[in-house]
């Protein structure tokens, strides 16, 4: 099937597919294993299906798709509970690593502080994969994945159609960058990774009406998701750091301190970074054909 002949019901139906088929694949490492890679892919499944049903939102029934969406949102609630404690456990064990002998033992002492916290999400986790509602939320997935509740703008072609759909995410990015400032707070540079995730989505998810320049424009903005993801995740890991000092040995609280200057630095280095990259995003190359 050529690009011309593809409609938004073959897009959305795609999309839908390869996220729900991301998270049965890896749904039983999730009960039963204990790889982080697992609940990370679990959890992009679930984020990029809220995406995409908010980005097709004028080809699908409003309130089958809201009604989706809100289960969703629930699921990835429990899956971010484990999975936002893995990435501060491992980046701080890295960054632990980094710091002299004797306080780079005292640091791990600390950050085992986060096993306990990720067994009890983990088993949460457990618990809500064997509730009736989560069975339910993956046979309505089933059911979305292969005949979701379409409107009469679904069957019309996807070239003509999508266009305005992504444009209208790349504009969100760009208006949120814009209005950043020259000392942006932390809030305004996560609200911006958000943006350039649900722009990237989009593209994706688009990709095959739009070939070459989709993929173009998902690249970009998966960059600034990374960077400022850095970013969040550096400042996520020194409010815990700075949290933690209080209940920690002198001993500890000293190389916690060493800790919370490395994600400082790392913070401050992925803002400097920020403004370089998105000049090279926002190009007419990247977007243009918007």
């Known amino acids: 099937m050529s690009a011309r002949d593809i ?21 039983p490492d999730l009960r ?11 959890r992009v499944a ?4 809220r995406s995409d049903l908010r980005t097709f939102e004028p080809f699908v029934d409003a309130q089958w798709a809201a009604d989706l969406r809100a289960e969703l949102r629930w699921l990835g609630s429990e899956l971010g509970a484990v999975r936002d404690i893995e990435v501060q456990r491992d980046r701080l064990r890295t960054h632990a690593a ?3 002998t004797a306080e780079a033992e005292a640091a791990r002492r600390v950050v085992r502080r986060l096993d306990a916290d990720r067994a009890a999400a983990r088993f949460d986790l457990i618990v809500t994969l064997s509730l009736a509602r989560y069975t ?45 400032g020259d000392n942006p707070s932390d ?3 996560h609200a911006c990774r958000v ?7 989009a593209a994706e998810a688009c990709e095959p009406a739009f070939g070459k320049p989709a993929r173009r424009l998902a690249r970009a903005t998966a960059n600034v998701q990374e960077v400022l993801g850095e970013h969040h995740d550096a400042v996520v890991a020194g409010a815990w750091l700075a949290k933690t000092a209080h209940e920690c040995s002198p001993a500890e609280a000293y190389a916690v301190g060493m800790l919370a200057q490395l994600e400082r630095e790392a913070a401050a280095v992925a803002r400097a970074e920020f403004p370089d990259l998105w000049r090279r995003v926002d190009t007419e190359r990247v977007h243009g054909w918007l």
């Open 98 to 100: 980094r710091l002299p």
């Open 32 to 42: 039963v294993g204990d790889d982080p890679e697992s609940v990370h892919q679990a």
């Open 187 to 189: 809030d305004a540079l």
């Open 7 to 27: 409609t938004v019901s073959d897009v959305v139906c795609r999309a839908i597919s390869h996220s729900y088929e991301r998270l049965v694949t890896h749904e």
């Open 136 to 180: 339910e939320l993956r046979a309505r997935l089933a059911s979305a994945a292969s005949n979701p509740v379409f409107t009469e703008a679904a069957f019309t072609r996807a070239s003509d159609a999508l266009t305005p759909v992504v444009r209208v995410r790349w504009k969100k990015l760009r208006r949120a960058v814009r209005q950043l």
């Open 195 to 201: 943006r350039a995730k649900q722009c990237r989505y």
């Open 46 to 49: 679930t984020r990029r299906l």
